[in-house]
């Protein structure tokens, strides 16, 4: 079953929206480890992440999409079907993008569109199992995700290769940061070369007066 859903900003990881009643009912308690490390893959994934795709966490599977520079998480156990678990992520971002596309850019706190945790909440009623599904969801379409070219990613490699990028960027600003210290040293020095030229001609241009004025006049 879907046990968490999350909606957050992918440029910078803000969660927007989302529920976890869906752990609660199922008495799960381990929802905080799980949720903490949805966040972190918000943080890492970014707007130019691979979707949709899945990251692999053991027993647990975290599906998302990501599109309009939203990222749309659903954490499922890894019994649950995952062409259900998309097709539930896409009429989730149907819905979402409806009603707030264009109030994303301009959220500036956690959880801005908690309100939307209710909408969330009717969408999700029809993929509780894969019984209630086959008994019957007659707006499913079952082509609508073809789960077989869906990446799979491990967990670990994820955060890792977030940390890696994020390494990566670090030292490209590092880079840019003395590469720009770099010409300011070279205009300064550029700059009193040219000051040492002028200086030279004027001291050459001042022999030269004193040497006519008080040699040949």
């Given at each position: ?34 949720q ?7 943080r ?26 939203v ?11 995952r ?11 149907q819905?979402f993008?409806n009603?707030?596309?264009?109030q ?19 969408l ?5 199992d ?42 490209a ?45």
């Open positions: 079953m879907v046990l968490l859903t999350l909606i957050a900003r992918a440029s910078d990881g803000l969660l927007l929206s989302g529920s976890v009643q869906e752990a609660e009912e199922a008495g799960r308690n381990d929802m905080t480890e799980y903490n490390k949805a966040k972190q893959l918000f890492k994934l970014g707007s130019n992440a691979t979707s949709p795709s899945t990251v692999d966490d053991g027993a647990i599977l975290f599906h998302y999409i990501v599109a309009d520079n990222c749309y998480m659903a954490l499922c156990e890894k019994t649950f079907s062409r259900m678990a998309f097709n539930y992520l896409e009429e989730l971002r819905e993008s009603m707030h596309s264009t994303v850019a301009g959220a500036q706190r956690p959880y801005a569109f908690i309100e939307f945790a209710t909408v969330l909440q009717k999700k009623k029809p993929y509780v894969s019984r209630a599904h086959r008994s019957g969801v007659k707006k499913l379409n079952e082509e609508l995700v073809d789960v077989q070219r869906i990446m799979v990613q491990n967990i670990d490699e994820v955060l890792q290769r977030g940390e890696h990028m994020t390494s990566l960027a670090t030292k600003h590092d880079l840019s940061a003395q590469s720009q210290m770099f010409r300011k040293d070279a205009a300064y020095l550029n700059l009193r070369s040219k000051y040492a030229k002028w200086a030279a001609l004027a001291l050459i241009v001042v022999v030269l007066i004193l040497f006519i004025r008080f040699w040949i006049l």
